[in-house]
């Protein structure tokens, strides 16, 4: 397809086609949860944005879109053995 | 329904049938040809004379060892009114369109410099193709002989040579990178004027060595096309070449380029050589380098300018002559102290050149002064590019001398 | 199109930045300079101020009000006249703007790459993604939005900072430019440059929250505000200033003169995509703002064909402009003037006449 539009209109039918792809893509939802879902749209920065991952011990939140009961995957600090000092 | 799905398909075959007649403006990489270097001249018959030099493609491959004998360029000149009209006439000559899109410099000779190239300049600055990026060179000699003689020895691309020719100058001071964006806002400018690059040929059966220069002068002393060099690339970059808008009034040679270079910041490194002070016959060799920014001022008294510029310079020796101790304290001032009258000398001369000779401001001098005035209005009604004829100059040279 | 759907803050506050962006792209600092000389980095702070005192004062007025945007107060000041001329006058409006963004646009990009097509041709091209989207809805469009914006913020900053070795700092001079009356009296009139504001009176009712109003409009303009005078800024430090009578795209000469050693040299094709994107966003979004204040004012309740209307008839306006010359004066006073006197005087007056027609609506009951 795009190679449809890039000999219809050079640059210009790619760049047309590209937006065209997103946009129809933003609309699409998969089993209620949308194409672009942990891209777009971003409503909570301290849920998982997906453009930048937190590293797997910080992430206490679960992610918006997914609408779970409970939003907190993990207690505040998972990794506790790690701040212990001696004997428990 | 059926009808709508129908008329659908009708609208969708039209459609498809127009508009898949091709993109309308794709071109060919064979079919066009990529002129390398622009020449401008004074034409016999017309009014200017276009010379182009073509890269011929493909042919990089076949050379091998980078043999003198095969082609990798041609240079067509044609007789034409202006440059549009020239490239049209060459277009309908030779098989392929031509493309400046790697243009890499222009080449205009003396005699049509001397007339004014602001429409030249206009004219390539606007065209799309053209990168602003590239050089601009005035040639002594015609400007198609300029290009005839530019047969690269020590590389294969054509392109490359340009480059790579007019980057000497951040080693040896000589001549200056002025690239088409530089020369047309400098035109356009109110607080400079244009310069640009001093080109050549060098037939050396007219090189006579010059008597009454010293010896550690006539290194720099050349302009282009004057070096007694031997070999076989005879082109020649050396000198810049002052213009008062956009007509040429004057040349630099090699030392006054450094000089400029030095003041307007632009100095990378070079090899200078000055009179030794233990020996009047010999000569030491220095390499130099700015470890600071230059520092210029100008101010008003009583409407005359009066500029002082601060310089800043290490210099490394590089040539032992005898057996001297260059690492004492007092033979180190004592060569600090030459380099700075030295270069002092020098600095001055070329100011006054371009202040008195001249009357053109290449060094943006204006910079400073327009920031004591209020309005546009009060700076055009001051002229500063007038005023700079009734400058005076003061020069300080700080050289910080260590030996290798 | 479905019935009305929300956005969220961040895409808000992405329409408004792509909309003052794209008019950047498109010759707006040029404008701007033109007008005002040496001094307009200046003017822009000035002008910024007043509009990010406007904008507060906007919010303020608007508050009585949640969820109305300016076709419903002026309905509910003057009636159904008054909601009709208002809401005729932002429809040519935004018909206007759009027609001169795609002509401009079209003709910079057929000077540039496409010097054979018949310009009608490019044209459709930017018209008919535009229909495509349209019938998907303002969400998605938003959310797309979202994701250019970023990109075309970050790539104007690349562009600003790339060039930075060739700024000369003395062309800042001299200071006052034309003349202190020029900078700060005249030059009030370059606050047409935030048009954006426009856009802004008719966010409330499609926004999720209509309490983060305040937040997506102070914050939107304060980056449209700093986009803006770090482009000035570089333009004036760049080029000298004479040079800006006869540019058609001022931010493109910029990218010419990018270059990163050898091999980054002439990059600008990057460029020009993104800002064909972004200029589909906005053209999608202003034509979606058209057709619901048009459902607004005759109260249809279904209107998939008056994309196609509407389309056809951007697409005549913005042929029938001769030439670039004609683009120009519209832009530089026609666009201007229009600006000025609909999206800042007009709209601040039926609002403060709004406010107060309500307050004494209240000391009646009372």
Same mark, same amino acid.
């Given at each position: ?88 | ?404 | ?114 010097? #054979? ?91 999720? #929250? ?157």
């Amino acid at each position: 397809m795009y190679i449809i539009l890039g000999y219809l209109a050079g640059f210009l039918g790619i760049a047309i086609g590209v937006f065209v792809q997103l946009v129809l893509l933003a609309d699409y939802k998969s089993f209620g949860v949308s194409y672009l879902a942990p891209y777009l749209p971003v409503t909570n920065l301290n849920t998982d944005t997906s453009y930048f991952i937190k590293p797997m011990w910080r992430r206490e939140k679960r992610a918006g879109f997914l609408n779970t009961k409970n939003p907190n995957s993990q207690e505040k600090i998972s990794m506790a053995w790690k701040f212990w000092k001696g004997n428990k | 329904m059926q009808i709508k799905r129908l008329i659908s398909l009708i609208i969708i075959i039209i459609f498809c049938s127009i508009s898949l007649s091709g993109c309308y403006s794709a071109q060919g990489l064979e079919t066009l040809a990529y002129a390398v270097a622009i020449g401008i001249d004074k034409g016999d018959n017309d009014k200017l004379k276009l010379s182009f030099q073509f890269a011929i493609l493909g042919n990089s491959s076949s050379s091998g060892g980078g043999s003198s004998q095969s082609q990798e360029s041609t240079v067509t000149s044609v007789d034409c009114a202006s440059i549009d009209s020239g490239i049209s006439l060459v277009d309908n000559y030779i098989s392929k369109k031509v493309n400046l899109s790697h243009c890499k410099a222009i080449i205009i000779s003396e005699e049509l410099a001397y007339e004014g190239v602001s429409e030249y300049i206009f004219t390539l600055v606007n065209d799309l193709e053209m990168r602003p990026d590239c050089n601009i060179i005035i040639s002594r000699c015609d400007a198609s002989d300029y290009l005839e003689n530019s047969k690269p020895t020590l590389e294969s691309v054509s392109a490359r040579y340009y480059e790579l020719t007019l980057n000497s100058s951040e080693y040896t001071g000589f001549t200056e990178d002025v690239t088409l964006s530089d020369f047309y806002s400098d035109m356009l400018s109110t607080t400079t004027q244009p310069h640009a690059i001093l080109g050549g040929i060098n037939t050396s059966s007219e090189n006579s060595s010059n008597n009454d220069i010293a010896p550690y002068d006539l290194q720099g002393s050349y302009k282009a096309g004057e070096t007694p060099i031997k070999s076989e690339t005879v082109l020649e970059n050396m000198g810049l070449a002052v213009f008062n808008h956009d007509r040429l009034v004057g040349e630099l040679n090699g030392m006054e380029s450094l000089c400029h270079l030095l003041i307007v910041n632009k100095f990378k490194s070079a090899t200078i050589s000055i009179p030794s002070p233990f020996n009047s016959e010999a000569i030491i060799n220095l390499y130099l380098t700015t470890p600071k920014d230059t520092e210029s001022s100008v101010e008003l008294i009583n409407g005359t300018p009066y500029i002082t510029c601060n310089v800043f310079v290490t210099g490394n020796i590089t040539s032992l002559d005898e057996n001297l101790d260059y690492s004492t304290e007092e033979n180190l001032k004592l060569i600090e102290d030459y380099t700075n009258s030295y270069l002092e000398q020098n600095i001055l001369s070329y100011l006054y050149k371009t202040s008195k000779e001249y009357k053109c401001d290449i060094a943006n001098f204006g910079r400073h002064v327009i920031g004591n005035y209020l309005t546009w209005n009060d700076w055009i009604e001051s002229d500063w590019l007038y005023n700079y004829q009734n400058s005076f100059f003061s020069v300080n040279v700080n050289s910080n001398i260590r030996n290798r | 199109m479905d019935s009305l759907q929300k956005i969220g803050k961040f895409e808000a506050t992405s329409i408004m930045v792509m909309v003052t962006i794209t008019q950047i792209v498109l010759n707006l600092p040029s404008c701007i300079i033109i007008n005002t000389g040496s001094s307009s980095w200046l003017n822009v702070l000035y002008v910024s101020i007043i509009a990010i005192l406007f904008c507060l004062f906007i919010c303020k007025l608007f508050k009585p009000f949640s969820s109305s945007d300016i076709v419903d107060i002026s309905e509910f000041l003057g009636g159904k006249i008054l909601k009709a001329i208002v809401g005729i006058l932002y429809i040519l409006f935004f018909i206007f703007l759009s027609s001169i963004v795609i002509r401009y646009f079209a003709s910079s990009l057929k000077l540039i790459y496409f010097e #054979n097509s018949p310009l009608a041709f490019l044209l459709l091209l930017f018209l008919i993604p535009v229909l495509m989207v349209a019938k998907i809805g303002i969400k998605a469009i938003s959310k797309v939005n979202l994701i250019i914006t970023i990109i075309l913020s970050f790539s104007l900053l690349v562009i600003l900072f790339a060039t930075a070795k060739n700024f000369v700092f003395e062309q800042i001079y001299p200071i006052m430019g034309y003349g202190v009356d020029k900078t700060f009296l005249v030059g009030i009139c370059n606050i047409f440059a935030f048009s954006s504001f426009a856009y802004l009176f008719f966010l409330i009712p499609i926004l999720d #929250n209509p309490n983060e109003f305040k937040k997506i409009a102070i914050s939107s303009t304060i980056i449209s505000a700093i986009y803006l005078f770090l482009s000035v800024i570089c333009l004036i430090m760049v080029f000298p200033f004479i040079s800006f009578t006869d540019e058609m795209l001022s931010v493109y000469l910029l990218t010419r003169i990018i270059e990163f050693g050898k091999f980054f040299q002439r990059v600008d094709a990057i460029f020009i995509f993104v800002w064909i994107l972004s200029t589909l966003s906005f053209l999608a979004f202003t034509t979606h703002l058209i057709t619901y204040i048009f459902k607004k004012i005759t109260k249809i309740k279904d209107n998939k064909e008056m994309i196609y209307i509407l389309i056809n008839l951007i697409f005549v306006l913005s042929l029938l402009y001769n030439n670039i010359a004609i683009l120009k004066f519209l832009q530089n006073v026609v666009f201007k003037y229009w600006t000025i006197i609909l999206v800042f005087i007009l709209s601040l007056i039926i609002l403060i006449l709004a406010n107060l027609k309500l307050k004494r609506r209240h000391f009646d009951a009372n």
